[in-house]
């Protein structure tokens, strides 16, 4: 049985979910979220718990009840808590502001980029640290927005410059070398 798929999902208080066969209905402060899942998998609310399981083992129900009962969880905690990932530019006169709602990217191009939020999403910009936020309640949708910034200008690997997700790590190469070496 899947570790995961076991664990039931609790429903925190504010947050109203409702199972209608096999499509999912989470409301809460941040937002709502509707998503239809497999029929290969049941998903009952018992107790304030959004409870899991599957009719067999075959090799597809169990990939799919682990993979199930994540995505409800983070929908419960999207409307409830929301999600963030933070980003970091880096590099000499690179910066991010928030202009309306609207992220304007400056990062050595001609031009600075305009990023237009997708619905649910907000941008928070910290000139003093260069962070951008990337706030939202669909954790796919926050995650792909960020992936987008960091396209407009990924880390390149010789100076570092570029837009990066908050720690990570870039992978340093050495330069040309020297005019002394022979």
Known sequence: MSRIGRLPVTVPGGVQVNVQGSEVHVKGPKGELKRSFSPLVAIALEDGQVVITRKSDHPQERALHGTTRALIANMVRGVSTGFEV????EGVGYRAEVQGKDLALFVGYSHPVKFPPPDGISFEADAKTRQIKVLGYDREV??????????????????GKGIRYA??????KAGKAGKGAK
């Open 167 to 172: 720690g990570e790590k870039i992978r340093r």
């Open 86 to 89: 933070v980003l970091e530019v």
């Open 142 to 159: 926050v995650g792909q927005t960020a992936a987008e910034i960091r396209g407009v200008r990924p880390p390149e690997p010789y100076h």
